[in-house]
Protein backbone atom coordinates (compact mmCIF):
# COMPACT_ATOMS: atom_id res chain seq x y z
CA UNK A 1 0.00 0.00 0.00
CA UNK A 2 2.70 2.58 1.05
CA UNK A 3 4.46 1.68 -2.47
CA UNK A 4 1.22 2.50 -4.43
CA UNK A 5 0.84 6.13 -2.57
CA UNK A 6 4.73 7.06 -3.38
CA UNK A 7 3.21 6.65 -7.11
CA UNK A 8 3.92 9.90 -8.89
CA UNK A 9 -0.27 10.50 -9.67
CA UNK A 10 -1.33 9.08 -6.44
CA UNK A 11 -1.69 12.70 -4.33
CA UNK A 12 -3.11 14.24 -7.63
CA UNK A 13 -5.26 11.39 -7.98
CA UNK A 14 -6.43 11.71 -4.21
CA UNK A 15 -7.23 15.70 -4.24
CA UNK A 16 -8.86 15.71 -8.03
CA UNK A 17 -10.55 12.12 -8.45
CA UNK A 18 -14.52 12.46 -8.53
CA UNK A 19 -15.98 9.82 -5.26
CA UNK A 20 -17.42 8.08 -8.06
CA UNK A 21 -15.04 7.71 -11.10
CA UNK A 22 -16.58 6.89 -14.36
CA UNK A 23 -13.09 5.25 -15.00
CA UNK A 24 -14.34 2.54 -12.42
CA UNK A 25 -18.15 2.68 -12.74
CA UNK A 26 -17.43 1.03 -16.28
CA UNK A 27 -15.54 -1.54 -15.25
CA UNK A 28 -16.98 -5.14 -14.53
CA UNK A 29 -14.69 -6.06 -11.77
CA UNK A 30 -15.51 -2.98 -9.75
CA UNK A 31 -19.50 -4.24 -9.74
CA UNK A 32 -18.44 -8.12 -9.36
CA UNK A 33 -16.73 -6.52 -5.88
CA UNK A 34 -19.82 -5.03 -5.10
CA UNK A 35 -22.05 -7.92 -6.00
CA UNK A 36 -19.89 -10.05 -3.53
CA UNK A 37 -20.36 -7.10 -0.73
CA UNK A 38 -24.43 -7.33 -1.10
CA UNK A 39 -24.76 -10.68 -0.93
CA UNK A 40 -22.23 -10.83 1.95
CA UNK A 41 -23.80 -7.89 3.76
CA UNK A 42 -27.64 -9.49 3.34
CA UNK A 43 -26.48 -13.17 4.61
CA UNK A 44 -24.46 -11.55 7.41
CA UNK A 45 -26.23 -8.71 8.68
CA UNK A 46 -29.62 -11.12 8.59
CA UNK A 47 -27.85 -14.11 10.83
CA UNK A 48 -26.66 -11.44 13.37
CA UNK A 49 -29.94 -9.74 13.60
CA UNK A 50 -32.10 -12.26 13.86
CA UNK A 51 -29.81 -14.80 15.93
CA UNK A 52 -31.25 -13.77 19.17
CA UNK A 53 -35.04 -14.12 18.45
CA UNK A 54 -34.02 -17.65 16.63
CA UNK A 55 -32.36 -18.62 20.16
CA UNK A 56 -35.44 -16.94 22.39
CA UNK A 57 -37.93 -18.35 20.46
CA UNK A 58 -36.96 -21.21 18.52
CA UNK A 59 -35.16 -23.24 21.60
CA UNK A 60 -36.70 -20.32 24.59
CA UNK A 61 -33.51 -19.65 25.69
CA UNK A 62 -32.77 -17.29 28.47
CA UNK A 63 -30.25 -15.12 26.65
CA UNK A 64 -29.02 -12.52 29.75
CA UNK A 65 -27.79 -16.39 31.54
CA UNK A 66 -26.24 -17.65 28.29
CA UNK A 67 -23.55 -15.02 27.02
CA UNK A 68 -21.29 -17.40 25.64
CA UNK A 69 -23.88 -19.23 23.07
CA UNK A 70 -24.28 -15.36 21.45
CA UNK A 71 -20.59 -14.21 21.51
CA UNK A 72 -19.26 -17.47 20.28
CA UNK A 73 -20.19 -16.21 16.66
CA UNK A 74 -18.51 -13.37 16.50
CA UNK A 75 -15.29 -15.18 18.10
CA UNK A 76 -15.36 -17.73 15.22
CA UNK A 77 -15.97 -15.23 12.74
CA UNK A 78 -12.98 -12.94 14.25
CA UNK A 79 -10.57 -16.42 13.65
CA UNK A 80 -12.05 -17.20 10.21
CA UNK A 81 -11.12 -13.44 8.80
CA UNK A 82 -7.49 -14.08 9.71
CA UNK A 83 -7.32 -18.04 9.01
CA UNK A 84 -8.94 -16.73 5.33
CA UNK A 85 -6.09 -14.03 5.08
CA UNK A 86 -3.39 -16.32 6.00
CA UNK A 87 -4.36 -18.82 3.76
CA UNK A 88 -4.99 -17.12 0.83
CA UNK A 89 -1.53 -15.16 1.57
CA UNK A 90 -0.12 -18.57 1.52
CA UNK A 91 -1.65 -19.62 -2.07
CA UNK A 92 -0.54 -16.59 -3.54
CA UNK A 93 3.11 -17.13 -2.98
CA UNK A 94 2.91 -20.58 -3.96
CA UNK A 95 2.31 -19.25 -7.22
CA UNK A 96 -1.80 -19.47 -7.45
CA UNK A 97 -3.11 -16.56 -9.23
CA UNK A 98 -4.25 -13.90 -6.94
CA UNK A 99 -7.81 -13.91 -8.35
CA UNK A 100 -8.25 -17.24 -8.58
CA UNK A 101 -7.23 -17.24 -4.86
CA UNK A 102 -10.45 -14.66 -4.24
CA UNK A 103 -12.69 -16.14 -5.91
CA UNK A 104 -12.11 -19.38 -4.45
CA UNK A 105 -12.31 -17.54 -0.75
CA UNK A 106 -15.52 -15.67 -1.99
CA UNK A 107 -17.10 -19.02 -3.18
CA UNK A 108 -16.24 -21.05 -0.13
CA UNK A 109 -17.27 -18.98 2.30
CA UNK A 110 -21.03 -17.96 0.68
CA UNK A 111 -21.34 -21.88 0.21
CA UNK A 112 -20.30 -22.81 3.46
CA UNK A 113 -22.43 -20.50 5.38
CA UNK A 114 -25.78 -21.13 3.50
CA UNK A 115 -25.20 -25.02 4.06
CA UNK A 116 -23.99 -24.33 8.25
CA UNK A 117 -26.83 -21.77 8.47
CA UNK A 118 -29.08 -24.77 7.63
CA UNK A 119 -27.68 -27.62 10.08
CA UNK A 120 -28.52 -24.42 12.57
CA UNK A 121 -31.86 -24.39 11.92
CA UNK A 122 -32.17 -28.23 12.38
CA UNK A 123 -30.66 -28.08 15.59
CA UNK A 124 -31.98 -30.03 18.46
CA UNK A 125 -30.52 -27.93 20.93
CA UNK A 126 -29.30 -24.94 21.68
CA UNK A 127 -25.68 -25.36 22.54
CA UNK A 128 -26.01 -27.38 18.63
CA UNK A 129 -27.48 -24.33 17.00
CA UNK A 130 -25.23 -22.13 18.65
CA UNK A 131 -21.85 -24.56 17.00
CA UNK A 132 -23.26 -24.15 13.76
CA UNK A 133 -23.87 -20.82 13.63
CA UNK A 134 -20.20 -20.19 14.81
CA UNK A 135 -19.31 -22.22 11.72
CA UNK A 136 -21.03 -20.49 9.49
CA UNK A 137 -20.17 -16.98 10.88
CA UNK A 138 -16.57 -18.71 10.78
CA UNK A 139 -17.17 -19.74 6.45
CA UNK A 140 -18.95 -16.17 6.25
CA UNK A 141 -15.89 -14.26 7.16
CA UNK A 142 -13.60 -15.95 4.46
CA UNK A 143 -15.02 -13.94 2.17
CA UNK A 144 -13.20 -10.84 3.75
CA UNK A 145 -10.49 -12.82 1.83
CA UNK A 146 -12.70 -12.86 -1.81
CA UNK A 147 -14.47 -9.20 -2.13
CA UNK A 148 -12.96 -6.90 0.33
CA UNK A 149 -8.99 -7.19 -0.08
CA UNK A 150 -9.96 -7.49 -3.92
CA UNK A 151 -10.51 -4.18 -4.20
CA UNK A 152 -6.85 -3.18 -3.18
CA UNK A 153 -5.74 -5.60 -6.15
CA UNK A 154 -8.10 -3.75 -8.71
CA UNK A 155 -7.46 -0.50 -7.36
CA UNK A 156 -4.74 -0.15 -5.42
CA UNK A 157 -3.81 3.58 -5.18
CA UNK A 158 -7.78 4.18 -5.11
CA UNK A 159 -9.51 1.07 -2.76
CA UNK A 160 -10.63 3.68 -0.59
CA UNK A 161 -12.99 4.92 -3.53
CA UNK A 162 -13.60 1.60 -4.21
CA UNK A 163 -14.42 0.69 -0.45
CA UNK A 164 -16.74 4.04 -0.12
CA UNK A 165 -18.62 2.90 -3.56
CA UNK A 166 -19.33 -0.23 -2.48
CA UNK A 167 -19.82 0.00 1.19
CA UNK A 168 -22.26 2.36 0.95
CA UNK A 169 -24.65 0.02 -1.89
CA UNK A 170 -23.55 -3.24 0.66
CA UNK A 171 -25.63 -0.68 3.62
CA UNK A 172 -28.91 -1.40 1.87
CA UNK A 173 -29.37 -4.78 2.38
CA UNK A 174 -28.98 -4.45 5.83
CA UNK A 175 -32.11 -2.38 6.08
CA UNK A 176 -34.16 -4.44 3.74
CA UNK A 177 -33.21 -7.33 4.58
CA UNK A 178 -35.16 -7.19 8.23
CA UNK A 179 -38.60 -6.77 6.98
CA UNK A 180 -38.14 -9.31 4.79
CA UNK A 181 -36.99 -12.10 6.90
CA UNK A 182 -39.62 -10.52 9.68
CA UNK A 183 -42.58 -11.26 6.61
CA UNK A 184 -41.04 -14.20 5.39
CA UNK A 185 -40.90 -15.46 9.61
CA UNK A 186 -44.57 -14.50 9.49
CA UNK A 187 -46.09 -16.14 6.37
CA UNK A 188 -43.62 -19.68 6.99
CA UNK A 189 -45.41 -20.21 10.29
CA UNK A 190 -43.91 -17.98 13.06
CA UNK A 191 -40.49 -17.37 15.23
CA UNK A 192 -40.89 -20.91 16.54
CA UNK A 193 -41.09 -22.71 13.79
CA UNK A 194 -37.78 -24.84 12.30
CA UNK A 195 -39.16 -24.22 8.61
CA UNK A 196 -39.79 -20.76 9.12
CA UNK A 197 -35.88 -19.72 9.90
CA UNK A 198 -34.49 -22.60 7.13
CA UNK A 199 -36.49 -20.92 4.55
CA UNK A 200 -35.47 -17.04 5.88
CA UNK A 201 -31.80 -18.13 6.34
CA UNK A 202 -32.10 -19.96 3.25
CA UNK A 203 -33.01 -16.83 1.49
CA UNK A 204 -29.79 -14.94 3.02
CA UNK A 205 -27.59 -17.96 1.63
CA UNK A 206 -29.12 -17.63 -1.84
CA UNK A 207 -28.34 -13.14 -2.18
CA UNK A 208 -24.92 -14.59 -1.10
CA UNK A 209 -24.68 -17.08 -3.80
CA UNK A 210 -25.67 -15.09 -6.35
CA UNK A 211 -23.59 -12.21 -5.46
CA UNK A 212 -20.68 -14.62 -5.25
CA UNK A 213 -21.32 -16.25 -8.41
CA UNK A 214 -21.40 -12.53 -9.88
CA UNK A 215 -17.84 -12.05 -8.15
CA UNK A 216 -16.31 -15.36 -9.75
CA UNK A 217 -17.51 -14.57 -13.66
CA UNK A 218 -16.37 -10.72 -13.37
CA UNK A 219 -13.91 -10.72 -11.16
CA UNK A 220 -10.61 -10.10 -11.62
CA UNK A 221 -7.05 -8.90 -10.30
CA UNK A 222 -5.38 -6.32 -12.69
CA UNK A 223 -4.93 -3.22 -11.67
CA UNK A 224 -7.28 -0.49 -13.07
CA UNK A 225 -5.01 2.64 -10.98
CA UNK A 226 -1.76 1.25 -13.24
CA UNK A 227 -3.49 0.86 -16.46
CA UNK A 228 -4.94 4.11 -16.11
CA UNK A 229 -1.29 5.81 -14.96
CA UNK A 230 0.42 4.15 -18.30
CA UNK A 231 -2.11 5.23 -20.40
CA UNK A 232 -1.91 8.95 -19.41
CA UNK A 233 2.13 8.56 -19.45
CA UNK A 234 1.55 7.22 -23.01
CA UNK A 235 -0.45 9.84 -24.31
CA UNK A 236 1.89 13.07 -22.51
CA UNK A 237 4.77 11.08 -24.22
CA UNK A 238 3.14 11.23 -27.22
CA UNK A 239 2.07 15.09 -26.68
CA UNK A 240 5.93 15.73 -25.55
CA UNK A 241 7.44 13.84 -28.90
CA UNK A 242 4.66 16.04 -31.27
CA UNK A 243 5.86 19.30 -29.38
CA UNK A 244 9.35 18.82 -30.00
CA UNK A 245 8.59 17.64 -34.16
CA UNK A 246 7.14 20.85 -34.30
CA UNK A 247 9.54 22.54 -32.97
CA UNK A 248 12.24 20.92 -34.95
CA UNK A 249 10.11 21.57 -37.92
CA UNK A 250 10.02 25.75 -36.96
CA UNK A 251 13.75 25.72 -36.45
CA UNK A 252 14.48 23.96 -39.77
CA UNK A 253 11.97 26.03 -41.87
CA UNK A 254 9.72 23.27 -42.03
CA UNK A 255 12.22 21.22 -43.92
CA UNK A 256 12.03 17.44 -43.39
CA UNK A 257 15.02 15.39 -42.57
CA UNK A 258 16.13 18.57 -40.56
CA UNK A 259 17.78 20.15 -42.97
CA UNK A 260 18.07 24.25 -43.32
CA UNK A 261 17.07 25.94 -46.14
CA UNK A 262 20.49 27.24 -46.84
CA UNK A 263 21.43 23.55 -46.42
CA UNK A 264 18.83 22.82 -48.81
CA UNK A 265 19.61 25.45 -51.65
CA UNK A 266 23.52 24.19 -51.40
CA UNK A 267 22.10 20.60 -52.04
CA UNK A 268 20.46 21.82 -55.17
CA UNK A 269 23.03 23.56 -56.81
CA UNK A 270 21.40 27.00 -56.49
CA UNK A 271 23.59 30.02 -54.96
CA UNK A 272 23.16 30.95 -51.14
CA UNK A 273 22.50 34.71 -51.89
CA UNK A 274 19.65 34.20 -54.86
CA UNK A 275 16.77 35.52 -54.55
Known amino acids: IQQ ?4 PDYSLRQSSESPLPRRLLREPCVW ?4 GHVGCNYAWYVMLSWMPTFFKSRHNLDLANNPLILSSPYMASWFGGVLGGRVSDALVARG ?4 QVRKLMQIIGALGNAMLLQLATRASTPG ?12 GKLQNSGFWVNMADVCP ?12 VATIPGIVGQPITQSILDRAGGEQSDSAWSIAFGVGGIVALAGSAVFVVFGDDVSLDRAEAEEVISTSTSEISCHNSASLNCSTGGIPG ?10 EGLPLNSA
Open 258 to 267: GTSPAEARVQ
Open 157 to 168: ETAGTVMGMSNT
Open 96 to 99: FRTR
Open 128 to 139: MAAMWISFAAFA
Open 4 to 7: HRAA
Open 32 to 35: AIIA
